[in-house]
């Protein structure tokens, strides 16, 4: 689903937006039940809820990365990063030296910025 300016400024919940782009694009990823294992263990070994997630980056992306390996998380990262522009029809642009968490923190400026 497509927000628009508009309806994420209505919503006024960035946040919900990004655990959206998370989901559709781990789930295309890896598929339903592996999500759901990554679900279950940041809420088991980290107490970290699913509605937690985006405000808990950090250590969700650590747990990416210990599961699927460095590469492999940012892969999956900068695909959630650039789900996550779109939703926010921000115009994504890569920059070598930015990590996936960059990239949250500058989408929700240029957010406010608009």
Do not use: W
């Not at 946040?15 to 592996?34: H, K, P, R």
Request: charged content about 25%.
């Amino acid at each position: 689903m497509f927000y628009s300016r508009s309806i994420v400024s209505a919503r006024c919940d960035f946040n919900a937006v990004f655990y959206e782009a998370i989901v559709e694009v781990m789930t295309e990823l890896l598929g339903s039940q592996v999500l759901e294992a990554l679900l279950n263990a940041l809420e088991k070994f980290h107490n970290i809820h699913r509605d937690e997630i985006p405000y808990q980056l950090d250590t969700t992306y650590a747990l990416l990365e210990q599961t699927f390996g460095i590469p492999s998380a940012r892969t999956i990262g900068m695909r959630i990063v650039k789900r996550l522009y779109k939703k926010l029809s921000i115009p994504f642009i890569e920059q070598p030296d930015h990590s996936v968490v960059d990239y949250v923190n500058l989408a929700k400026k240029k957010l406010k910025e608009k």
